[in-house]
Nanobody
């Protein structure tokens, strides 16, 4: 069973920065796509950024130029560097991974979420 553990959330003032990390652990698996979603109160979960195994990235328009996603395949870890944070970035951020188990079928997997609060 793969586990995704997120760290790095917290409270920051508008204009500040935070870096989220998400490490996948377990055995007998490989990770394909990794990414970050977020869900603000009263809103649906939305994609923030996603990165392929070879480093191709995609971002939601609202974070382009401010957020940077990266990954370390050797560590099965994905990062989200968030700069110039705005109050509207306040949400619970969820790590996402497309898991490929050895001898099994691919499936989507989610972390438990880490809260990011941006004060004005």
């Amino acid at each position: 069973q793969v586990q995704l553990v997120e760290t790095g959330g917290g409270l920051v003032q508008a204009g500040g920065s935070l870096r989220l990390s998400c490490a996948a652990s377990g055995s007998m698996f490989r990770i394909n796509v990794m990414g970050w979603y977020r869900q603000a109160p009263g809103n649906e979960r939305e994609l923030v950024a996603i990165i392929s195994r070879i480093g191709n990235t995609n971002y939601v328009d609202s974070v382009k130029g401010r957020f940077t996603i990266s990954r370390d395949n050797a560590k099965n870890t994905v990062y989200l560097q968030m700069n110039s944070l705005k109050p509207e970035d306040t949400a619970v951020y969820y790590c996402y991974a497309r898991v490929i188990p050895v001898g099994g079928s691919e499936y989507d997997h989610w972390g438990q979420g880490t809260r990011v609060t941006v004060s004005s």
